[in-house]
């Protein structure tokens, strides 16, 4: 006989995955909600809620180098230039909640180290033309830009919700 039972998410990650050996795992939540944001952000954070959701089915179907392709998209669509009315928003809203200047352009930094590390998986050659190999992505490395995209992506709308 077979029958079906559902398991909700929290549950397997709790009760079931450790005592079947299967390991630890954690669970990340996107806030997808654009209800309550600015008409400025609202285009930028569908857009990149959709990444994350592409990334995130890229990771169930266990195409790990797909993730790291929309991943890479996913962190363009955050490099801002300096010009930007979104990087200007972000900057007043950090500085608003007593960010200094040198900590709001760390992230802003770091946001395109991530893009240029996610581009190390799409050029067969490097800044100056030569041909390199690209890195094979892993579980790990899929997991690892979809981690961090989440997390980014809910720290920008907890910043830009309007009051």
């Not at 962190?75 to 007043?92: M, R, V, W």
């Not at 050659?125 to 094979?136: A, E, L």
Request: net charge neutral; charged share 30%.
């Amino acid at each position: 006989k077979h029958s079906r039972i559902k398991i909700e998410q929290s549950d397997w990650v709790t009760n079931f995955s450790p005592k079947l050996g299967i390991g630890k795992f954690l669970l990340l939540e996107l806030d997808v909600s654009t209800s309550e944001i600015s008409d400025l952000w609202k285009n930028l954070i569908e857009l990149l809620t959709s990444n994350i959701l592409e990334m995130e089915k890229w990771i169930k179907l266990g195409e790990w180098k797909k993730v790291m392709d929309t991943s890479r998209h996913f962190f363009d669509g955050l490099k801002f230039n300096n010009n930007s009315p979104f990087k200007q928003d972000l900057e007043k809203k950090l500085s608003e909640e007593q960010h200094n200047k040198e900590g709001i352009n760390d992230l802003f930094k770091g946001i395109k180290s991530l893009f240029d590390f996610t581009s190390k998986y799409a050029h067969v050659t490097d800044r100056n033309g030569n041909i390199k190999p690209y890195p094979n992505a892993k579980k790990e490395d899929a997991y690892f830009v979809f981690s961090l995209s989440v997390g980014l992506l809910n720290l920008i709308n907890s910043k830009i919700q309007t009051e």
